[in-house]
């Protein structure tokens, strides 16, 4: 009964590094979220998808890239990490009715 | 564009009531929800209401939904110290083949003695 599960849950990059988080579900959801957290201004979406095979941007893509190619698994790269890329990663996901979502623990990353 | 309003922080005395308040921008709003964070912690999907009701009970969490003046409120009966966390307001609409959840910054409850 795992949910969604994010790893890794901690990483300190350093400036110019690459990196990928990683995002699955066991729950047969479509639809899957990346969020960022930052104090003070809530979560704001960075990508989603609504099935296999798809992407879309949220608000903040910038610096991000994403890639759905298994139904469970979303993934979230970050090709050369910036400061201003510290922050707290959630991914979520939903049957994508409007019933609410389901969180990952999230992963808290510094980039130095 | 969409935005949900609400406080940094509230303080309520342990076996008081907390009232969490959200205001929020889109009138085409289908469900709205309230979240809850504990610290090292996801969110995790506390309530939600449809858009075409204005009262929400669930044991000790009423919400209220003000539609005219787009104002959505959590009541917390009997607050106890494992309340204390950060609580999200949110609003969902449909758009393109999604929908979408707007949230707000969050009200960090703390509870004091």
């Known amino acids: 009964n795992a949910g969604v599960t994010q790893t890794p849950k901690f990483r300190v990059l350093k400036t110019g590094q690459s990196m990928t988080l990683l995002c699955a579900q066991d729950?047969?959801?479509?639809?899957m979220y990346w969020y960022r957290q930052d104090p003070g201004m809530g979560l704001r979406l960075i990508h989603y998808s609504v099935g296999e095979g798809t992407t879309a941007k949220g608000e903040v893509p910038d610096g991000y890239n994403v890639s759905r190619l298994k139904k469970q698994n979303f993934l979230l790269g970050l090709e050369s990490a910036a400061p201003s890329q510290t922050s707290v990663y959630f991914c979520?996901?939903?049957?994508?009715?409007?019933?609410?979502?389901?969180f990952g623990s999230g992963t808290r990353l510094t980039v130095v | 564009g969409e935005d949900v309003e609400q406080s940094l922080f509230l303080s309520v005395r342990e076996g008081d009531s907390s009232v969490i308040n959200c205001t929020y921008t889109d009138s085409s709003s289908t469900y709205l929800y309230w979240y809850k964070q504990e610290p090292g912690a996801g969110l995790q999907l506390l309530t939600y209401i449809f858009s075409n009701m204005d009262m929400k009970q669930d044991q000790r969490l009423t919400v209220l939904l003000n539609k005219k003046d787009k104002h959505l409120s959590l009541r917390i009966a009997d607050t106890q110290t494992g309340d204390s966390a950060i609580y999200f307001c949110a609003e969902s609409f449909s758009y393109s083949s999604a929908s979408k959840i707007i949230f707000g910054s969050g009200t960090r409850l703390s509870i004091r003695p």
């Open positions: 729950m047969n959801h479509e639809y």
């Open positions: 979520a996901s939903s049957t994508g009715e409007d019933y609410g979502y389901t």
